[in-house]
């Protein structure tokens, strides 16, 4: 697939409220699968059936998780393929792309890549009347500590999204050699104090942090002239990406080998307790053990 | 933005210093520059066999996760256990203390494959047009 120029036509996908593993397994089978060839760009947007905590590929479990906290409040907790840092999933759309790293037209660098998908969420969310904004600076805007928060809305990285300096969209990307995943929160609504209760905060810093998270971050239904639907982003997105990237999305079903790429990812990786909490090089190790055993 | 001269290059934007059967490996001023701040480096362990542009590691950065790809195949012999607790390295030095692993390789044949120094920087300007 080296080299392949961008197709005309991308498949949009939705995949409607699923839980957690289902949800990353095919975000990361959407990816390995056009890797391999064979399958279009696709523009995929889902919910979630059950709140979730998604934490970024390298973050310490341990470490920024309140797992009792989490089961206390029916909070799932699941690993994510991309980097980052730590999201509560509740009531959003999530997005996700993938994507040739080769476009037919401009620069192919990651850049590149995270400005162009920026634009296609502020055209989104432009279009639903939302003053937003395309972080250009290289580092981000957010004040130090902000940045040392482990919740991802707590800074902005360079085109990200924010609506007056608050952050409005929490992307994550994933690369292989010929394909890129990006995919990311559009809180409809945010629980800010659920968020910090699901992580390892400092009981005496929650507050401040809870505090900060009213400055800092922003969810769509807070700040949009009328409210929006799950419906309505859906569309929106699906104008905004074909409209930066040229391209007509239409909707098409998940091929059979995806079905079964997702299943075997959903049951043997996303729905592990060691992917989950103890992270990708014990994930790696234990399959290697199951494998010779 | 600096490409040594001596060193051998890929399109997955690794550099390879060959020093006889032992291949150090790195990632390009370009890439660390394109990723940004790095925060997360997984490498394999000391034993393990790669495959020419086979996945050796990970490394997160503010924007992205991406695989690490090998420039030749062989048997890492050594690793750069100094980026789990200073990431940062391979920001601050891509060639020098932000090296990654060191690769004996069986396979000569591999190595006139690579890029020179000035085809990679061809290769790049081309991927920024």
């Known amino acids: ?293 | 933005m600096e490409f040594p001269p001596q060193l051998k290059y890929t399109k997955d934007h690794e550099w390879a210093r060959v020093e006889g059967r032992r291949v150090v490996v790195g990632i390009t001023d370009f890439a660390q520059e394109e990723l940004g701040d790095v925060v997360f480096v997984e490498l394999p362990e000391v034993g393990t066999a790669v495959e020419a542009a086979g996945t050796f590691g990970v490394v997160e950065s503010v924007k992205a996760v991406s695989d690490l790809y090998a420039p030749v195949s062989g048997t890492i012999v050594e690793v750069n256990t100094v980026l789990e607790e200073r990431p940062e390295l391979v920001n601050q030095s891509p060639y020098g203390e932000g090296w990654m692993i060191v690769i004996e390789t069986m396979n000569a044949g591999e190595l006139p494959q690579l890029l020179s120094a000035e085809e990679y920087r061809a290769y790049i300007n081309q991927e920024k047009s």
């Open chain 1, 1 to 293: 697939m080296r080299g392949h120029g961008l197709p005309q036509r991308w498949r949009f996908l939705n995949t409607g409220n699923r839980e957690a593993a289902y949800n990353m397994a095919l975000d990361e089978t959407l990816l390995l699968r056009h890797e391999a060839g064979g399958t279009p760009p696709t523009l995929r947007v889902y919910g979630w059936s059950t709140p979730t905590l998604s934490l970024g590929y390298a973050q310490k479990a341990c470490q920024e998780v309140n797992l009792a906290a989490c089961q206390q409040y029916g909070v799932a907790v699941v690993r994510r393929p991309t980097g980052g840092r730590a999201v509560l999933h509740d009531n959003e759309v999530t997005y996700s792309v993938v994507l040739p790293t080769t476009l037919s037209y401009g620069p192919d660098t990651l850049t590149e890549h995270y400005r162009r998908i920026g634009l296609a969420l502020a055209t989104a969310l432009q279009g639903l009347g939302l003053a937003v904004h395309l972080e250009r600076s290289r580092r981000s805007a957010q004040p130090r500590r902000a940045a040392d928060s482990p919740a991802c809305f707590a800074a902005i990285a360079r085109y990200e999204l924010s609506v007056a300096g608050k952050k409005i969209v929490g992307s994550a990307q994933k690369r292989l050699q010929h394909t890129l995943l990006q995919h990311g929160s559009m809180p409809l609504q945010m629980e800010r104090q659920r968020l910090f209760q699901c992580l390892q905060v400092p009981p005496e810093h929650r507050y401040a942090f809870v505090q900060e998270a009213y400055t800092t971050m922003t969810a769509i239904n807070e700040i949009a002239p009328i409210p929006v639907t799950a419906s309505m982003l859906h569309e929106a997105l699906r104008q905004g990406f074909g409209d930066i990237f040229g391209v007509d999305i239409v909707a098409a079903p998940l091929l059979p080998e995806e079905e079964r790429l997702a299943y075997e990812l959903h049951t043997t990786k996303y729905a592990s307790t060691v992917w989950n909490l103890d992270g990708a090089t014990a994930w790696r190790h234990s399959a290697a053990l199951a494998r010779t055993s």
